[in-house]
């Protein structure tokens, strides 16, 4: 073949054997050249071996910098693993140049020395260059055309928490988090630019762990309600915070469309740590002690208070003899108690330890990082409650030396167990008379006060136990097949076990009602998720005169498979043996499922750039989801998002301050398949009850397989900009999503049998708001450093249509034009002077104060605005920072979960502001003993009124701490000493326990202080 | 090029062209295709399994339940007080203080019509099978419609005009409007003949746990009261008292143990040894009551040596302070012998006596009324006049079947002496016949409108 080319073109051939010639030739005098520089400057020069350290100003050791003698092509070295090099022939007089990325290259003349430590300085201008995960691509955050926000390993290592959303509250613009309570392993409520769907579960963002989706579709069934809000366990709970590199939240169009259906929400992408090269391999020992308490306790009566309160309330209704369930007052208790229930129920001290190891080292080409963590906290409630953690991650990466193939492989396992109190007692510490009876009786066991006192701790013995164990694995293989032509491969497993116990033994209840073990119940429910992932991908670049075109086509599947089982045992011998099912007496399978779920889709990107200046990006997807009926199941999605760095136009180059600047926006459509599985299919369902020994079928739904996708579409317009070298970055986004085709059950009436069917209600849910983002560098000398970072959105959510709402029994809950967030109130007025009732607003003069027609006034709970201040000062080997969050929110307040004061329940102090004709000014109306219907109705719209809605904005001092770095010697590099305090301080006007909930009556999140210490090796 | 074309198109081709399979996933393993569920007579007792433990779980009917006619209506007339510390949606109902946003009221509905909509799916399934026994659907049909009649029945009895449909289909049932209170009586009775001729005498189960034809005749029996058909319910409770099924049971002791052949038809607990929903209930011992406690207007008017006094009343004393509460179903655990019952014979005789005092047979009448009195120790009554005898028969009955399903507050209905009621409850008034229509249901279907009068 080549032999009949050769005679076809005999001319190519010798020119390309004279050239082959002519580069043999070059190649050889080259070498010579080479030879003899080398030569004589080994003659005329003397060499010596140069050694030092490469640091950080603030003393952190810099591994991987990169050292050459300036002037040559020698090859230099790099620093290891504790910032230490040693580079043997070096001419005594000639120049270092010290290079790492994201640091400004030094230039050193040795002059001689032959012992040589360095200080690099971060380039602050290199923020540009930071490379951002965008999930299927990686973008620099110049040339980004989304909106993708951003938090690293430096901002939330250390901290003392549990799941890393803790530590990022605050810190981003248009992601608010919420956590949900102060007991370990619950949920988080992340709105990501506000809520879209009017369904809570159609809110939750898209979670990618290293590129596998774990879902966010919460595991716990109804078992952990009354401990967990929603029953939500966060499945970021599953990694130890120490773990992550860094996480990004994708918020517009631009970055989410190629998310498709799963995006609408945003999406949340968590990267884990990667092993780097190094000469020694690193062992880092991490180890950190905490305590937290209750942030915040109410004020509440004390005995003589409370008793005086109970008199009146019976001597207002003019009853003198008193009755016999009211233990409190009519000597049944001893009325010269006193108990401060928040410290007897939640006011122990939650202890909170944290060991991690991790081991990572490698060589150019291939790196690992290993890491295992034990996390252990106990609870404040007066009992031996724990959450723990084990984690355990694995890093692989491997690139080949022609640089052609890379393989990325990481693994995460992670088992949490949780053993909890099944219920909250948060709200009986409020509402516990303070001269209830002693908890334990003298032996120890528990006192009913003769049958007189539910008491609190004997549910204790009820408890909610569950575990999870998670383990993701993902690969990645990449394979340049031609020159800017590469083949990718993305796969994943993602498996959960999920295992829950409830006990509830009879001696959790009242003997006096005679119960035997016949009645202690176990309820078990076991979940079993198994997920893989596939997505084949090919990439193509292309580079040319300034034009830069960057392909990317793929394909997603994925499929999930559940399992779950739920089992109910009755009757036991001996509570000894209530965590063995198969001793019970009656066992029977609640339910036993197994169902599917399965995804495919298609996505692609182009995105273009012209001179670095112009941006176009085009990103598209084509869903299919098995949660949809045959004629429903494909969507397409996509977006188009351009940005343009004006800075770098030739008519900005003579402002000096301006350092970048960028005009980006996107348009796109999003969406949502999160409305659980089959919802489409005309079945009846096994139940959980049998009748006569046969087990039941039940319809399961009515049936529509005609619903479809929910949609969102995303605009947003920001301007970036950058001063005085990047010095002061500015950040401004606005936004604009709007929802449509909820996929919301639509109320029916009764009579169909249904309180809802599965539609898309064409009701339309705008979120729009403005972003802030302000990043300054206001001190940076050779050893102190200090940045500072603020951010802030302004929210603004509205309900834009919603057809038929009027005739709806959603009509109490939503107002076209207004949040989805609101409540509908009475418009409280005041006092009447002759009754001591409270007065409300009587909008339509029925003489009746009654729902729908008198609580017309809408409050928008939910944020006004909110952000964060962060700071970090460093100086030599010391660094401090603090955050404070804020948001400025109203909230339903105490008033709304207040029981009626007079009764048997105690009260805040503010409830001594009693009207009577003395006090014309009191804020609550006379106490009442409950037989009064009039007064009760009274105090019930109260709870429903303006009053009990008020603002709940607080500032937080989010987290605070100072740490202090050791360097000791050869073996122990150094030793890093810190002190954090999470929720230290908190300012607000908020009538209640804290302005941080997602549910009222769960344990508000803990106030906590820990110490650590960590050894690098 | 041209390769990676071809890598392009056959990656695209490969999406594109499989996903529809790529996104097949079958049924879950706990769900069954509707037609299927019919297909054979086992999964089709399973659909009509799921209407009994509804009944007996969370129904009108269930007797320990917050939405069983047994404590609502108990409260609701004079068998029961409430006791809570906080005003609440039963104290509301117990202080004749419900409104349209009674959120017990809106279970009693929303519940009521959920079954309804189970027996109708029961019957169409039935109907619609191909594979069925005639034997089976006839049994199927006949039992559901029973319950669904009983519901209607219900309904009827506590709302007044109500909306009667045996339709699936929610288009229409989310727009039905009201069925006249005679009209859907006739309708129930017509439903009834037809359970009627669809069931057996026999039981299907030894246990009488599900109904047969006799139960369909007694509820047929009640219908005939409320349309003032007297002797179609004279001669339909004799055609059950002739039954050699049915025996009347003579000890006091043994009326609620499950089996009595004096029981129609009765609701067994899920798993052996389950106590009944009224065991639990009702009990409190110790300390002050729970929830319901009989009112002492009840207690006083039995006799100090009627033995239902002394078997079926339990006294709780705390620091001096009595209270009673029902106690006619007794065990709370390792329960071998209680079942609860929806209908028994001695209902039948009061029918038979309500009947036959409505024809002014008052001597013919009174043997059904003295059966109760016979059997609690009483000295029977003799000659009396209509109205005496109508004033004692109220009285026996309430003696007779306190919290059970709302009887009293269904007797007085029918006899129009509701409005006595105001002799012991302040805030009665005669609007108060009928419970508000939940206003939810008005809200979501205006075509429930008007609201029953006062509300």
């Known amino acids: 073949m080549m032999e009949k080319n050769k005679s076809y073109c005999p001319q190519f051939y010798r020119l390309l054997s004279v050239l082959r010639d002519t580069r043999a030739r070059y190649r050889l005098l080259f070498l010579l050249l080479a030879g003899t520089f080398i030569l004589i400057n080994s003659a005329y020069t003397q060499t010596v071996t140069v050694t030092g350290r490469v640091t950080e100003l603030s003393g952190n050791p810099l591994p991987g910098v990169s050292i050459v003698i300036k002037g040559t092509s020698s090859t230099g070295t790099t620093t290891g693993e504790e910032g230490q090099y040693t580079l043997p022939g070096v001419p005594a007089d000639a120049v270092l140049s010290f290079s790492f990325v994201g640091f400004k290259t030094q230039e050193i003349p040795l002059n001689g020395r032959t012992r040589l430590n360095v200080q690099l300085q971060e380039d602050i201008t290199a923020l540009s260059e930071v490379v951002v995960n965008a999930g299927y691509y990686t973008v620099k955050d110049a040339v980004r055309t989304g909106s993708i926000a951003r938090v690293t390993a430096k901002e939330i290592q250390n901290q003392p928490v549990s799941n890393a959303l803790s530590a990022v509250q605050g810190r981003m613009a248009g992601v608010n988090i919420t956590q949900s309570g102060g007991t370990g392993g619950g949920g988080y409520d992340i709105q990501i630019r506000g809520t879209n769907s009017l369904r809570r579960a159609g809110n939750y963002p898209m979670y990618i762990i290293d590129g596998v989706p774990v879902s966010s579709e919460t595991a716990s069934n109804s078992l952990s309600a009354t401990i967990l809000p929603y029953t939500e366990i966060n499945p970021l709970n599953a990694i130890n915070p120490n773990d992550i590199e860094s996480i990004e939240i994708l918020k517009d169009a631009d970055a989410t469309a190629i998310y498709g259906s799963r995006g609408a929400n945003g999406v949340i992408l968590v990267t884990t740590k990667k092993g780097r090269a190094a000469k020694k391999t690193a062992l880092s020992v991490n180890t950190s002690y905490g305590l937290s308490r209750v942030v915040n306790k109410l004020k509440m009566m004390d005995t003589p208070q409370y008793l005086e309160m109970r008199r009146q309330a019976y001597a207002s209704d003019g009853i003198t003899k008193y009755p016999a369930n009211a233990y409190d007052i009519n000597g049944t208790w001893d009325e010269n108690r006193y108990t401060d229930w928040q410290n007897e129920l939640i006011g122990k001290t939650a202890i909170n330890s944290n060991i991690q190891l991790s081991l990572s080292g490698g060589s150019e080409n291939t790196n690992f990082l290993v890491s295992a963590g034990h996390n252990e906290q106990t609870t404040v409630f007066a009992k031996d409650f724990n959450y723990k953690t084990n984690n355990l991650s694995m890093n692989l990466n491997h690139r080949s030396d022609d640089n052609r193939f890379t393989l990325k492989a990481s693994g995460l396992f992670s088992e949490q167990t949780n053993n909890l109190i099944r219920s909250d007692v948060t709200k009986q510490s409020l509402l516990l008379s303070p001269n209830a009876p002693v908890l334990y009786k003298e032996d120890g066991s528990l006192n009913w006060e003769n049958n007189t006192f539910a008491n609190p701790v004997a549910p204790y013995g009820n408890t909610y136990d569950n575990k999870n164990r998670v383990l993701n694995l993902n690969i990645n293989l990449g394979y340049e097949l031609f020159r800017s032509f590469y083949l990718k491969l993305n796969g994943g497993i993602d498996q959960q076990i999920f295992e829950e116990t409830i006990l509830s033994p009879n001696t959790t209840r009242n003997p006096a009602f005679g119960s035997t073990p016949a009645s202690s119940s176990t309820t078990k429910a076991n979940q079993h998720r198994f997920t893989y992932l596939l997505e084949p991908q090919v990439n193509y670049k292309h580079a040319l005169n300034g034009h830069e075109t960057d392909i990317l086509i793929g394909g997603t599947f994925q499929h999930r498979q559940s399992s779950a089982l739920g089992l109910f045992g009755m009757g036991f011998e001996s509570n000894a043996l209530i965590t063995n099912m198969a001793a019970a007496a009656n066992a029977w399978v609640d339910y036993d499922t197994e169902t599917g779920y399965k995804y495919a889709a298609l996505f692609g990107r182009i995105n273009y750039q012209y001179k670095n200046r112009y941006i176009l990006n085009l990103t598209g997807r084509r869903d299919g989801s098995s949660r949809f009926g045959t004629n429903n199941r494909f969507a397409n999605f996509g977006a188009v998002g351009a940005a343009w760095l004006f800075a770098e136009e030739e008519f900005f180059n003579d402002i000096r301050w301006l350092s970048f600047g960028k005009l980006r926006t996107s348009y796109g459509l999003t969406g949502s398949d999160a409305i659980g599985d089959y919802q489409y299919l005309d079945t009846y369902t096994v139940s959980s009850k049998s009748y006569g020994g046969i087990k039941a079928l039940y319809p399961s739904r009515l049936y529509n397989p005609y619903f479809s996708w929910e949609k969102t579409t995303k605009l947003e317009a920001a301007l970036e900009l950058g001063f005085i070298n990047d010095r002061i970055r500015l950040n401004t986004a606005w936004y604009r999503n709007r929802s449509g085709n909820q996929l919301v059950g639509i109320p029916l009436p009764a009579t169909t049998g249904f309180s809802r069917i599965q539609a898309n209600l064409p009701a339309t849910v705008e979120n729009r708001g403005l972003e802030f983002e302000l990043n300054t560098n206001p001190v940076r000398t050779g050893s102190f450093n200090w940045n500072s970072d603020f951010n802030i959105t302004f929210p603004r959510n509205k309900l834009v249509s919603f057809p038929g709402l009027e005739g709806s029994t959603y009509a109490n809950q939503y107002v076209v034009g207004y949040p989805t967030s609101i409540v509908k109130v009475y418009n409280y007025e005041g006092i009447d002077p002759e009754t001591g009732l409270y007065i409300f607003t009587d909008y339509n003069n029925d003489g009746n104060i009654s729902s729908p027609d008198d609580n017309r006034v809408i409050k928008e709970t939910g944020p006004r605005y909110y952000g964060g201040w962060s700071n970090q000062l460093s100086y030599k080997q010391w660094e401090f920072s603090f955050l404070f969050q804020f948001v400025n929110q109203v909230q339903k307040n105490y008033n709304s979960m207040m029981s009626r004061p007079g009764s048997l329940n105690n009260q805040p102090v503010e409830v001594l502001d009693v009207w009577s004709k003395d006090n014309p000014g009191g804020q609550y109306m006379p106490y009442s003993s409950g037989t009064d219907a009039q007064k009760n109705q009274s105090h019930a719209l109260f709870m429903n009124s303006t009053a009990a809605v008020g603002d709940a904005s607080f500032i937080r001092l989010k987290n605070i701490q100072l740490s202090y770095r050791l360097p000791v010697n050869r073996h122990v590099r150094d030793i890093r000493f810190y002190a954090q305090g999470q929720n230290v301080l908190t300012f607000t006007n908020y009538f209640g326990l804290d302005p941080e909930f997602i549910l009222t009556g769960f344990l508000p999140p803990l106030k906590t202080w820990s110490f650590g210490i960590q050894f690098n090796f | ?455």
């Open chain 2, 1 to 455: 090029m041209k390769r990676i074309s071809y890598l392009f198109i056959y990656v695209g081709l490969l999406l594109f062209t499989a996903c529809e399979d790529l996104i097949d996933v079958g049924y879950p393993s706990n769900q069954l295709g509707t037609p299927q569920a019919f297909e054979d007579v086992q999964t089709a007792n399973a659909a009509l399994a799921n209407l009994y433990t509804q009944v007996r779980d969370r129904s009108v009917l269930t007797g320990g339940s917050y939405i069983g006619t047994g404590s609502l209506c108990g409260a609701y007339a004079d068998e029961l007080d409430c006791y809570y510390y906080d005003q609440n949606q039963y104290m509301d109902i117990y202080q004749n203080q419900q409104q349209e946003t009674n959120i017990a009221i809106a279970s009693v509905w929303s519940a009521s019509y959920q079954q309804i909509y189970y027996a109708n799916a029961v019957i169409y399934g039935v109907e619609q099978s191909t594979t069925l026994s005639d034997d089976d659907r006839n049994r199927i049909k006949g039992e559901a419609l029973l319950v669904r009649s009983l519901l209607y029945f219900y309904l009827q009895q506590l709302f007044g005009d109500i909306p009667y449909t045996t339709s699936l289909d929610y288009e229409y049932n989310r727009t039905i409007g009201k069925t006249e209170a005679s009209v859907l009586l006739t309708q129930l009775e017509k439903d009834m003949m037809e359970a009627v001729t669809l069931l057996e005498d026999d039981y299907r189960d030894a246990e009488r746990i599900y109904p047969n034809r006799k139960a369909a005749q007694l509820l047929l029996a009640r219908i005939c009261l409320l349309r003032e058909d007297w002797l179609l319910a004279e001669q339909t409770a004799k055609n059950i008292l002739q039954s050699p099924l049915y025996q009347y049971e003579a000890d006091i002791n043994e009326v609620f143990h499950k089996s009595g052949k004096h029981i129609l038809w009765q609701l067994k607990p899920q798993n052996n040894g389950d106590a009944t929903s009224e065991a639990a209930f009702y009990f409190f011992t110790g300390s002050a009551p729970n929830n319901y406690i009989l009112t002492a207007n009840l207690v006083g008017s039995f006799a100090d040596n009627d033995l239902r006094k002394q078997v079926w009343i339990a006294e709780v004393t705390v620091n001096g302070q009595s209270w009673y509460r029902p106690y006619k179903y007794k065990n709370r655990e390792n329960n071998a012998n209680e079942y609860s019952i929806v209908f028994r014979l001695e209902e039948a005789y009061f029918i038979m006596a309500e009947a036959l005092a409505r024809q002014n047979k008052v001597d013919e009448a009174l043997p059904y009324l003295n059966a109760s009195r016979e059997r609690a120790g009483l000295i029977p009554l003799t000659s009396l006049s209509q109205e005496a005898f109508i004033d004692e028969l109220l009285a026996e009955k309430r003696r007779e079947f306190f919290t059970e399903s709302g009887h009293r507050f269904l007797d007085l209905k029918r006899w129009g002496r509701l409005n006595e009621l105001s002799a012991l409850k302040p805030d009665w008034k005669d609007y108060k016949q009928v419970w508000p229509i939940p206003r939810n249901e008005l809200l979501l279907n205006p075509n429930l409108y008007p609201q029953n009068t006062g509300y």
